[in-house]
Antibody, heavy 125, light 106 residues
Framework: QVQLLESGGGVVQPGGSLRLSCAASGFAFSSYGMHWVRQAPGKGLEWVAYIRYDGSVKYYAASVQGRFTISRDNSKNTLNLQMNSLRVEDTAVYHC??????????????????WGQGTLVTVSS | IQMTQSPSSVSASVGDRVTITCRATQGISSRLAWYQQKPGKAPNLLIYGASSLQSGVPPRFSGSASGTDFTLTISSLQPEDFATYYCQQANDFPLTFGGGTKVEIK
């Protein structure tokens, strides 16, 4: 079955950096686009970043553009999120999420059909 | 694209019919999803393409669309359905979510 396991969260000071990873198993990782979605404590969901199955296309939320970098290693079935210049408002649980197969959507639309349990990032002085 | 979800919370009893609405600020070609989230858990995809039921989701959940207005209906609320529900537009980046609707026990 599909499993997504995030790691790398922790406490960091404002301005600091952190690198999150997501270990994927149970599906053909190299065939699917992947996302990061975050949720601040007690708040709603916020999409963060997307990477195409082959790494050739990346999109970011305006709130993280220029500070965060999404990447993937298809040989290791791993998704990464490099977070630099962290701010207090980046405090959240970060989930990696798999894109729903295009065969179900006709290739239109980005939906999240499997999620990891998340890793908590706390930015505080 | 902004997604406005209403109500923000609803109190209901087991067996009730519950309706949640989401409105997009522009057309999204019915590329809308609904997710259920329970406390401390990751969200779970219920509906995609505005009305397609995700595999394994009970048929008491249904979705519909009318222009830029979208509806999630739970036909007969079950104890395990008490949770927070989010809509998400899947049409264009940046992907965006509604603010959530908490379904509480009356």
């Amino acid at each position: 079955q599909v499993q997504l396991l995030e790691s790398g969260g922790g406490v960091v000071q404002p301005g600091g950096s952190l690198r999150l990873s997501c270990a994927a198993s149970g599906f053909a990782f190299s065939s699917y686009g992947m996302h990061w979605v975050r949720q601040a404590p007690g708040k709603g969901l916020e999409w963060v970043a997307y990477i195409r199955y082959d790494g050739s296309v990346k999109y970011y939320a305006a709130s993280v553009q220029g500070r965060f970098t999404i990447s993937r290693d298809n040989s290791k079935n791993t998704l990464n999120l490099q977070m630099n210049s962290l701010r207090v408002e980046d405090t959240a649980v970060y989930h990696c999420a798999k894109k729903l197969p295009d065969i179900l959507t006709g290739g239109f639309g980005d939906y999240f059909d499997h999620w990891g349990q998340g890793t908590l990032v706390t930015v505080s002085s | 694209i902004q997604m406005t979800q209403s109500p923000s919370s609803v109190s209901a009893s087991v067996g009730d019919r519950v309706t949640i609405t989401c409105r997009a600020t522009q057309g999204i070609s019915s590329r809308l999803a609904w997710y259920q989230q329970k406390p401390g858990k990751a969200p779970n995809l219920l509906i995609y393409g505005a009305s397609s039921l995700q595999s394994g989701v009970p048929p008491r959940f249904s979705g519909s669309a009318s222009g830029t207005d979208f509806t999630l209906t739970i036909s007969s609320l079950q104890p395990e359905d008490f949770a927070t529900y989010y809509c998400q537009q899947a049409n264009d980046f940046p992907l965006t979510f509604g603010g959530g609707t908490k379904v509480e026990i009356k």
